[in-house]
């Protein structure tokens, strides 16, 4: 195994525990987004490390990687957005007082 990919696996585990630990220690809205958001760029990071490690010649990695950056972009403005209309409407984006949303 090269030292690329032992760092580039470092660097992603790093980035998934801290966006674990803030998606499910905080109780601000934005705060989770971002957690989750740590998350996914983590899974991005692993992925184009094991391509460029083991098919290094294929293409279809590098659009995967696009496709979902835009849903990450997505997700947040839609995050956003609903933190938004929730601070507009009740003052707060702390989830602990979000019992409406319950399903």
Same mark, same amino acid.
């Given at each position: 195994? &090269?030292?690329?990919l032992?760092?580039?696996? &470092?660097?992603?585990?790093?980035? !998934?525990? %801290?966006?674990v630990?803030? #998606?499910? &220690?905080?109780t601000?809205? /934005?705060?989770i987004?971002?957690?989750? =958001?740590?998350?996914?760029?983590?899974?991005l990071?692993?992925?184009v490390a !094991?391509?460029?490690?083991l098919?290094?010649?294929?293409? =279809?990695?590098?659009?995967f990687?696009l496709?979902v950056? %835009? /849903?990450?972009a997505?997700e *947040?403005a839609v995050g956003f957005?609903? #933190?938004?209309?929730?601070f507009?409407s009740?003052? &707060? /984006? =702390? *989830?602990e007082e #979000?019992?409406e949303?319950?399903?």
């Amino acid at each position: 195994m &090269s030292m690329e990919l032992i760092v580039a696996l &470092s660097m992603a585990a790093a980035l !998934f525990g %801290t966006g674990v630990y803030g #998606a499910l &220690s905080q109780t601000n809205l /934005v705060m989770i987004m971002m957690g989750i =958001e740590l998350i996914l760029a983590a899974a991005l990071i692993n992925m184009v490390a !094991f391509w460029r490690y083991l098919h290094p010649e294929a293409m =279809e990695a590098q659009m995967f990687v696009l496709i979902v950056m %835009t /849903v990450m972009a997505v997700e *947040m403005a839609v995050g956003f957005g609903v #933190a938004i209309a929730r601070f507009r409407s009740r003052g &707060s /984006v =702390e *989830m602990e007082e #979000a019992q409406e949303l319950k399903g």
